[in-house]
């Protein structure tokens, strides 16, 4: 099944420790991307890679990484969280052309 | 992208139709209309796009007017699952989808 992964689905941190959301896709897509949403705020977009090793920022990168060392996987990282990264967070992916198919998100709380 | 405005709700009974509209007066010539539905915090899911012609899948249909600067995604026979929040997204670049507050759909039974 053509699908978007993301892990952990849930993840509660305190302030400073480093943590990373991973995001994989099996459906050969050259573009992926990460969104976070809040409420009031919609969906924005955070960083996003047009292919391997290539990685934009996207509205609201401030705080974040990531990295595309392979085609399948676009892991998010916050070097050090922090309470105003509390938010839901998307991993997206398409062929560039296509329309964004999204993972089922992880929901990050940081004390 | 152009700027789209949708009602923040719309009720809709079970087993008729739910006409969703979209403005999108300062659409340019070479941006599509694209829409997605977000059912409870779930990711965004693709339901239909066009250009100038309206379309059909399995899911919806969307009529875009003449002039492109509306639109309207239209359920046929709307169920209790297709209650969520509806986007309707106007771009030309398919890498960067700017989601506004879109529309909650309730369809009560």
């Known amino acids: 099944e053509a699908q978007v992964t993301q892990n952990p689905r849930y993840l509660i941190t305190v302030t400073g420790k480093k943590l990373t959301v991973t995001c994989s896709q099996n459906m050969n897509h050259e573009y992926m991307s990460w969104y976070r949403q809040d409420p009031g705020l919609g969906l924005r977009q955070i960083y996003y890679?047009?292919?391997?090793?290539?990685?934009d920022k996207g509205d609201v990168p401030e705080g974040y990484k990531v990295s595309r060392k392979e085609k399948r996987n676009f892991p998010l990282i916050l070097e050090s969280p922090s309470p105003n990264q509390t938010s839901l967070y998307f991993c997206?992916?398409?062929?560039?052309?296509?329309?964004?198919?999204f993972g089922n998100g992880t929901r990050l709380t940081v004390t | 992208d152009a700027k789209t405005t949708q009602p923040p709700s719309m009720d809709c009974a079970e087993g008729r139709a739910a006409n969703l509209p979209c403005n999108h007066s300062t659409i340019s010539g070479n941006e599509y209309v694209y829409w997605y539905r977000q059912i409870h915090s779930q990711g965004p899911q693709y339901i239909i796009h066009g250009l100038k012609n309206n379309e059909t899948n399995e899911m919806a249909s969307l009529i875009i007017t003449e002039d492109r600067k509306s639109s309207t995604l239209i359920l046929p026979h709307a169920t209790l699952r297709d209650t969520a929040v509806y986007y309707c997204?106007?771009?030309?670049?398919?890498?960067?989808?700017?989601f506004g507050t879109g529309t909650r759909l309730q369809v009560f039974p």
């Open positions: 997204i106007v771009t030309y670049n398919t890498d960067k989808l700017i």
């Open positions: 997206a992916s398409s062929t560039g052309v296509s329309p964004l198919h």
């Open positions: 890679s047009m292919n391997v090793e290539v990685t």
